[in-house]
Every structure is written in C-alpha cells, then in structure tokens.
C-alpha cells in the first residue's frame, strides 16, 4: 500500500444505510468521493496519486450528433461501396513516413506502468490490423519492438532508457512535451513498480518513487525545439517521421509552434487522456477538453496552410467508432488511444470483482494503476499477476476492438456519404449543448448558431 | 486573433557535397563546412566504417554538428559549434578547439568529447557513458539527469548543475553555481572550489580512499594535474527517494 492511499480498516463491517429509505440528503458540494478525499488527506498528509484520466463531466462526443445524408447528399452503400480508412503519418520531411491501415494508433504507455505481457499484447493488436504502438517513459524493450511493426519511440525529458540505437529503430520519434492528463507535470512511478528490470531500463535504484522531470533538460521553447527536431532528423538521416505531442492547454498557439519548429505530425491529447499515475488534483484541474482543443489545433493548421499535410493525432477517451469519426470530422488524421485499449485488454473486467473489493475498489472504478498491483495484470510489474494476461488473447482482443472502431466509424462515414474517413467534416456535425457547440465550433442542433462564431474564439 | 504565417520547409542540403568524401581505412577527410552542409558531414561520419580522422573547418557555431557518430572515428572541429555538438556519441572521440553551444554531448553513450574552450548550458546532459572533458568553464544544468557519463570541467559550473542526476562522476576543478545536485540520485560530484549551495536532497560525503582513487582516474583520463585531496565529495542523502509526509515542502 502505498502512503498516498488510505489505509483500510476491516474491523468494523456494517451493511450499506438504505439512503432512500432514511430520506438522506447527499451534499452536492461535499459528496461521498469528496468527503473520503478530504478524510484520506487528514489521514496521509500526502496528495492522492492515481491511474486513468479525469473522471469529471466535461463537453465531449457524445454531445455532438451526425447529419446522415438527406436529399441534397447521397450515402454510401453500406458493405459494398468503398470508405477507405488508411492514413500516411509524417510525409512532410520524413524520407520513410508511416502508412497505417486504420486511423486509430495506440497512445505512449511504459514498459514500467504496464507489464511485459501487456506491452507485448498492445503490439499484437496493432499489428495485427496494421497500425502503431508508442513507447513510453523508460525505454524500448526487445518484446515491444518485436511484436509491433509499427513502432513509435518517445523523447521525453526523463530520458530514461534514450538510446540511439532505439531511436535509429522506430519508426517515428514523438517528442513528448506534455500529456492531457498532466499538461506542465512530469512522470511518475512508484517504487512497487520499479522492479530491477524496470530500474535496470531506467538507471535507477529498485524501489525507489521516481518522480521524473517535467521539461527537458537540453532545450527550452520553440526556437531551440526547431533546432533539437534538426539535431534527431541528422541522426536518423531524415528518414523517421517526427511528432510533437503537446497537452491540450493552448492547443491553438502550440500546434503553430510545434509546425514551425518543424514536426511532421502533431499530437494533442485532450485532458480526459489517461495516465499511469498522477496527483489527482492535476488529473481533474489542469487542461482543457478534447472536444475543445480538436478546432483550435486545426485552425492553427490551416492558417498554417498545412492541414493534412503536417497530421493531426488527437487522443483523450476514444471509445467508440463515433468518437473517432467525431474527432476526424472536427479536423484529425487519426487518433490515439490508451484507456479504452486497456480496457480491451482486460482492465476492470468484471470477472475480478472480489479482487477488486479486496483493493477497495470495484469493476468500473479501479483506477489505482500507480499501485502495481492490477487483478487484471496490466498495469503491474508483479510476476504472478502479470501472468493472468495472455498476450496473445489480449492481443486478439484489442484487434477486435480496433475492428469494431473502425467499422463504426465506417458506418458512419458511409451514412454521410465519404468514400474516406478524412473526407467527414465539421459539416457533417451538430452539437447537442451550446458548450459542445462554442467548443466544437459546430451548430447547436435545429439552428444555424454557433457560440463565438466571428467574435474570435481564442 | 493573429495571423500565422507559412512555416518553412527546408530540408537542408548544400549545393555541393564534392566536399566531403567518405573516411577510408586510415585517410584524413577535410569536410569546410563553408562549403558543405551539416547534413552532408553527419551523412558522411554515419556512412564512415573502420578508424578514420575526420577535421571540420569554419564550423560557423552550426548546430548539430558530428552527432549520431556510431564508428570509431576521430574528428576535431576547429572552432566553434553550435547546440548538440557530438550529440547522441556511441564511439570515437570528438575534439572541440573553440566553444560548445547547449547540449554538448547530450544522451552520450561511450567515446570521449573534449572541449578545449567553454561549453554552454546542459553539457552532457543525460549522458548514459564515455567522457566529457571541457577546459574552460561549463554553463548551468551541467550533467542534468546524467545516467552514467563521467564529466570533468576544468573552470567552473553554473547553477542548477547535476540536477537529478542518476548515475556517473561530475568533476569540477573550479566552484559550482547554486542549486548544485538538486534532487540527486546515485551520481557522485567532486568539486575543488566552492559550492554557491546545495539542492534538495544533495549533501556534502565524506572523501574515502576509494574516492580519491577514483577522482584520480577521472582527472588523468581529462589530463588534469589537479591533486584529488584538494576536492571534496557531494551526492545523495537519499531523503526523496520515497514519498513520505516529513518531506512535503521538498515536493
């Protein structure tokens, strides 16, 4: 257990108060989850680190709907006539750009945060139906390179594991300024994790809470970001595509300077992106929605003059062929996902339920990541946990899933009318709610009216 | 709202790589970087194969020069380079008679760099192995997150220098700025000056036998005549490696 969790007293079991019956009133501003934060505080005097994402509601896909085509446009035969879904990443400066076969990647996580097995399912899946997998803080393991034929490699101000060999090996490099979870905060991984191998990789000592660096240590600001993407495409003789992945915050300002400093794709994780282990108070203050960051960072590309021409990755809960269709209409190449591939793995499957309840947590809500100790052995370095996923079931499962996005989103696209997934469009969109409509730079649904629209939404 | 204007797109290259000639076996390759480009004498040291001497002339403080080098090559630049000079070194040695801009040596995994004038900020900055020797003084954040490299400074080192440092030796023959060791790991700093003040979690170490042997390795293999008894010792009194209430203002 660690410091930051509280402390579980399993002397006194009382059966759960019928709220209802007793006419409780629950406190909209001290809830139940608030309350045991503030208990759990007093108790630890340390802040509450946590796995996932935000968990709060904010504007998102599912606040946006899709104009099917009507009279003026005409669908697309579903099953016979072609919705192409393949996407090239990095053909601005890169000689040897990607070419996947569907525009849903799966995001940066660690070997370190997730198992062994769990890397070596995620790279299975991937390859499987023919798109990437993304290192993470700590280094490129042999299992990982081989089991993923798409394979981007992280520069992140950690540096833990960079290897020139490593980077002369992937087939994209993505410089990680910040992740949606944590745009401004470094990584973190607690000592349950730090393994000997994974302090091995890390050049750390066993054990240890690594807290790693949130800037870089050799570069600060755009000017000298050009001059380090022209220090990494010199050693990998321009041939590696080049990513900039930024939190979203100031998507708008960030995804100019990122295409002026020179990458070939830019990533924007939305705040709802998950992490492996972060304070809580920056999982659910820091960073703005997907749903808003997607025009900003698209708007940047287009006064740029480089929409479709330098890609844009947005991450931060996908989950289903919608969303990625949703993200594509709003201007994206491909998106990334994290969670939701977790999850297809096995993550709070139901199936651990008394496991979960041993942890103090249940199926749906298990969030602990940073602990090591997952019932579903993904993320955990624990020998015997980490063998309860099969990474080849797991990866057979999250090509499933990855199927099942892309045909959805196929779905869709057919039902207004593309003949590919990069030909939706912010026409094809109404919003729901006039926030998702000021975020997403849509209609409100019925209406012409668009929040903002001609004010200047910066 | 502003207004963003069309991004450059220039992959580099000169109009004439007449200049650079693939290393032979023993030859020495002249490369004038008047002439040819960057792109056109790191093509040429990662295409070099066998031991080969290679002089850079009118580095001009490019960037990126000589990075990536996978050979057992010896180049020397004859005046001053820019950032990332040796960048990302896994063999050879690269010698520097001018000034090293930010990065010198940055992510270096074995060889051996030497400046013989100063080097800027970030010297050698997450090196993983080999020798960083700079002659002159070095700038703030030297040896930031090193994870194995040794560096020897002979002038001084400015603030913030060996933070979060892993692993490897910090040599300085001078006086360290503030903030020295902040959030230190296993790395050892030996510093023959004065030390402005220490970072979190840095504390000053006893000198044992076994260190002063050591120093004196690191100050013969940088060719220093400096007496190791003259120095002292810092690194970690490991404090901060685990999250514990008592240590919530260092967080």
Redesign the interface.
Known sequence: M???SLPQDDSVQVPAPDIAALGLRESATFDRATIADIQRAAA???YD?RGWGAKRRVPHFDDLLFLGASMSRYPLEGYREKCDTDVVLGD??ASKPLHLQIPVTIAGMSFGALSANAKEALGRGASEVGTSTTTGDGGMTPEERGQSRHLVYQYLP??YG????D??KADAIEIVLGQGAKPGGGGML??QKITERVAGM????VG??QRS?SRH???TGPD?LE??I??L??????KTPIYVKIGASRPYYDT?LA??A?ADVVVVDGMQGGTAATQQVFIENVGIPTLAAIPQAVQ?LQ????HRKVQLIVSGCIRTGADVAKAMALGADAVAIGTAALIALGDNDPRYAAEYAALGSAPGFYDDFQDGRDPAGITTQDPELASRLDPIAGGRRLANYLRVLTMEAQTIARACGKSHLHNLEPEDLVALTIEASAMARVPLAGTSWIPGAGQ?T? | MVTLMAPDATAPTSDSSTDVRPGSDAGDTTTDLDTASVRDLNQALHDSVGAASWTVTKPGGKHSLAVGITADVDVTIEGHAGYYAAGMLQKGRVTINGNAGVGLAENIMSGTVHVRGDASQSAAATGHGGLVVIDGNAGARCGISMKGVDIVVGGNIGHMSAFMAQAGRLVVCGDAGDALGDSIYEARIYVRGSVASLGADCIEKPMRAEHLEELGALLAAAGRSEDPSDFRRYGSARNLYHFHVDNSTAY
């Open positions: 660690t410091l930051t630890t005097g340390v680190i601005r400066h950690s540096r960079m290897n020139p060999d980077l002369r607690l000592g890390r050049t750390l000592p240890i809470d660096a240590p050799d570069w000298d001059i380090k022209g220090e495409r010199e050693i990998t003789d321009w100019a295409v002026k020179g940047a006064e740029l003059g480089v200047g910066l």
